[in-house]
């Protein structure tokens, strides 16, 4: 069983930074694929970037130049720097890992981008 456990969500103002951390029950390198996906109220679950066991990431035309998806193997982590947070960014914001051709998913985390 995968375990996924977001955390470094919060609120912050137009034009600040946050950074999301996503700690794994496995090794990060064991899983084919993680991401961050963001659901807005009232909308579907969006892709944010996602990093491939090869280390190519991808990303979301609306994040690309402001955020950043990378791996930390020695704490286990995926995470996600945010830069140049707009309010449409605010979203619940979702760790996913792909293993076993199963898709394992985080609790969510908010981020609130108001002033």
């Known amino acids: 069983q995968v375990q996924l456990v977001e955390s470094g969500g919060g609120l912050v103002q137009p034009g600040g930074s946050l950074r999301l951390s996503c700690a794994a029950s496995?090794?990060?390198?064991?899983?084919?694929?993680m991401g961050w996906y963001r659901q807005a109220p009232g909308k579907q679950r969006d892709m944010v970037a996602t990093?491939?066991?090869?280390?190519?990431?991808n990303y979301a035309d609306s994040v690309k130049g402001r955020f950043t998806i990378s791996r930390d193997g020695a704490k286990n982590t995926v995470n996600l720097q945010m830069n140049s947070l707009k309010p449409e960014d605010t979203a619940v914001y979702s760790c996913?890992?792909?293993?076993?051709?199963?898709?394992?998913w985080g609790q969510g985390s908010q981020v609130t981008v108001s002033s």
């Open positions: 496995g090794s990060i390198f064991s899983f084919s694929a």
């Open positions: 990093i491939t066991n090869g280390g190519s990431t």
């Open positions: 996913n890992a792909w293993f076993g051709g199963l898709s394992y």
